[in-house]
């Protein structure tokens, strides 16, 4: 059974900071792209940040870029987003994604509430 079960969401301040991280199972995980979207309500959801599978490459959306950093533990299965100087407009539920093009496979977590507000 697929899980991707994310953690580390909550309530911060302007300027805080907050770890998300997303622990999966029931498929290879090294094998897959791992990335964090999220969704503010009203919007559509979008990419935050991407992590390949084979060299570990980076990438982001332009409006994290300097303050995000997605990263990888195969080892443990588990993909981290730290969040650095976060923003009232960072504020999201925020979802792991693992993916992999060659089999089409794409699967989700939950998601993780993320409120930045004074």
């Known amino acids: 059974q697929v899980q991707l079960v994310e953690s580390g969401g909550g309530l911060v301040q302007p300027g805080g900071s907050l770890r998300l991280s997303c622990v999966a199972s029931g498929f290879s995980f090294r094998l897959y792209v791992m990335s964090w979207y999220r969704q503010a309500p009203g919007k559509e959801r979008e990419l935050v940040a991407g992590i390949t599978s084979d060299d570990g490459s980076t990438n982001y959306a332009e409006s994290v870029k300097g303050r995000f950093t997605i990263a990888r533990d195969n080892a443990k299965n588990t993909v981290h987003l730290q969040m650095n100087s976060l923003k009232p407009e960072d504020t999201a539920v925020y979802y792991c994604?693992?993916?992999?093009?060659?089999?089409?496979?794409?699967?989700w977590g939950q998601g993780t509430q993320v409120t930045v507000s004074s």
């Open positions: 994604n693992a993916g992999r093009r060659i089999t089409g496979r794409s699967y």
